[in-house]
C-alpha cells in the first residue's frame, strides 16, 4: 500500500497502522503542500520511502488529500486497479462522489470509506442487539458527537478543515458526518427529511461553522436528533466526546463516551460494559480483508455517497430555514 497526501489529521493513526499491519506492506508516502516535511518525517520513522507524486508498485492507497482533491486521485490510480481507502467525506459535492463511485466501479475496484463508529465497540455492540430484536423497533436514536477545533493537532497543519472553500463545510460537516453514517447503519433505514441548525457557536471568528443539530425522519417513521461540531474547549480533558442513546419498542442502549463504556438496559436489568477505542483499526482490517478476499468492504463508496448526501440536506435545510426532503 501506498499513502497518497498528509492532510487528513487521520493519517497521524493510519500511517503507524499501516506500517505495523502484518498484511501490508507500506511502500511510500506521497505528499506536498504545508505538511510535506510531516510526511517527509513520518516516512523516515516508519522506514518507508517518501515521494512527492504517487508512485506504483502497489496494489492499494490510503488516500489522505483534502477531500477537494479526492476526484482526482481517484481518476489517477482507480485505472491503474488500485484499491481505494478514501478518507471522508467521498467529496465536497453529490456530482464528484458520483463519479468516484462510478469510476471504482468501472475499474473493479474496493474502495472503502472509514467511519469511526462502525469500528467502535459501544456501537457495534448496540447494532448487534438492533440485529438480533433485543431492542426492538427502533423508534430514537439520539447522537451528541463534538469535539475541539482542529487547530491545536500536535504534528500536522490541519487548518484547511477552517477554510471554506477547502473543507466545503464546518465542525458540523467534520464530525457528524461520522454520526450522519453511524445513524444510517444502526437504523438500518434511508432518511427521508431533516430540520436542521448550523451555526458558527462560540467561535464566530472561524470562516466556517462550528456546531450545528438536526432532526432527522427515516423510513418507517425512526426519528433521530444529532448535536455535533466543535464544541470542546481547548482545555477540554477529551479531544473528541460521544454519546448515543437507542430507544426500541423492547429496549434502550447507551453509549457514553463510545471509546470507553457502553450501558445497556431493558425492562429487567441494565449493564455497564468496559470498552476501548477500536475504530481505526477495525476500519483498516476491514479494508485489507475486502482486497485480499476480494470481498465487498463493509462501508463502501455508497455508503459515503449517502452520509455525504444527508450531510448536504442539513446544511440546504439550515440555509433555508426549512425542513429538506432526501430526494436519493
Given at each position: 500500500m501506498g499513502i497518497v497526501g498528509f492532510d487528513h489529521p487521520h493519517v497521524l493513526r493510519y500511517a503507524p497502522m499501516l506500517a505495523a499491519h502484518p498484511q501490508v506492506s507500506l511502500e511510500w508516502i506521497a505528499a506536498d503542500g504545508?505538511?510535506?516535511?510531516?510526511a517527509e518525517a513520518m516516512a523516515a520513522r516508519l522506514g518507508t520511502r517518501f515521494i512527492q507524486e504517487p508512485g506504483g508498485g502497489i496494489d492499494a492507497a490510503y488516500v489522505a488529500t483534502r477531500p477537494r482533491r479526492h476526484l482526482d486521485v481517484v481518476r489517477s490510480l482507480a485505472g491503474d486497479g488500485v484499491h481505494l481507502f478514501l478518507d471522508k467525506p467521498i467529496a465536497l459535492s453529490m456530482e464528484d462522489g458520483r463519479v468516484i463511485v462510478?469510476?471504482?466501479?468501472?475499474?473493479?475496484?474496493?474502495?472503502?470509506?472509514?467511519?469511526?463508529?462502525?469500528?467502535?465497540?459501544?456501537?457495534?455492540?448496540?447494532?448487534e442487539r438492533i440485529d438480533r430484536g433485543e431492542l426492538g423497533e427502533v423508534l430514537l436514536v439520539h447522537v451528541v458527537k463534538t469535539g475541539k477545533v482542529p487547530l491545536t493537532i500536535p504534528g500536522i497543519d490541519a487548518g484547511w478543515l477552517t477554510n471554506p472553500t477547502e473543507a466545503g463545510f464546518g465542525g458540523f460537516g467534520d464530525i457528524g458526518i461520522h454520526a450522519l453514517d453511524a445513524l444510517r447503519w444502526l437504523i438500518g433505514?434511508?432518511?427521508v427529511r431533516v430540520y436542521a441548525r448550523i451555526?458558527?457557536?462560540?467561535?464566530?471568528?472561524?470562516?466556517?461553522?462550528?456546531?450545528?443539530?438536526?432532526?432527522?425522519?427515516?423510513?418507517?417513521?425512526?426519528?433521530?436528533?444529532?448535536?455535533?461540531?466543535?464544541?470542546?474547549?481547548?482545555?477540554?480533558?477529551?479531544?473528541?466526546?460521544?454519546?448515543?442513546?437507542?430507544?426500541?419498542?423492547?429496549?434502550?442502549?447507551?453509549?457514553?463516551?463510545?471509546?470507553?463504556?457502553?450501558?445497556?438496559?431493558?425492562?429487567?436489568?441494565?449493564?455497564?460494559?468496559?470498552?476501548?477505542?477500536?475504530?481505526?483499526?477495525?476500519?483498516?482490517?476491514a479494508f485489507?480483508?475486502?482486497?485480499?478476499?476480494?470481498?465487498?468492504?463493509?462501508?463502501?463508496?455508497?455508503?459515503?455517497?449517502?452520509?455525504?448526501?444527508?450531510?448536504?440536506?442539513?446544511?440546504?435545510?439550515?440555509?433555508?430555514g426549512e425542513e429538506t426532503a432526501i430526494t436519493g
Open positions: 504545508v505538511n510535506r516535511a510531516a462510478e469510476l471504482a466501479d468501472r475499474a473493479g475496484i474496493h474502495l472503502m470509506v472509514p467511519f469511526n463508529p462502525r469500528g467502535q465497540l459501544g456501537p457495534r455492540a448496540v447494532k433505514r434511508e432518511a451555526h458558527a457557536g462560540v467561535r464566530p471568528e472561524l470562516a466556517v461553522d462550528s456546531i450545528g443539530t438536526a432532526t432527522i425522519e427515516w423510513e418507517g417513521g425512526a426519528i433521530s436528533t444529532l448535536t455535533a461540531g466543535w464544541a470542546n474547549p481547548d482545555g477540554y480533558p477529551f479531544f473528541l466526546d460521544a454519546r448515543f442513546e437507542v430507544v426500541g419498542s423492547k429496549g434502550a442502549a447507551r453509549v457514553d463516551h463510545p471509546y470507553q463504556e457502553l450501558q445497556l438496559a431493558d425492562a429487567t436489568r441494565s449493564e455497564l460494559l468496559a470498552a476501548a477505542r477500536t475504530d481505526a483499526i477495525w476500519n483498516l482490517d485489507v480483508r475486502s482486497v485480499l478476499r476480494d470481498e465487498s468492504p463493509p462501508i463502501t463508496g455508497e455508503d459515503g455517497l449517502r452520509a455525504l448526501e444527508l450531510l448536504l440536506a442539513c446544511y440546504r435545510s439550515a440555509e433555508t
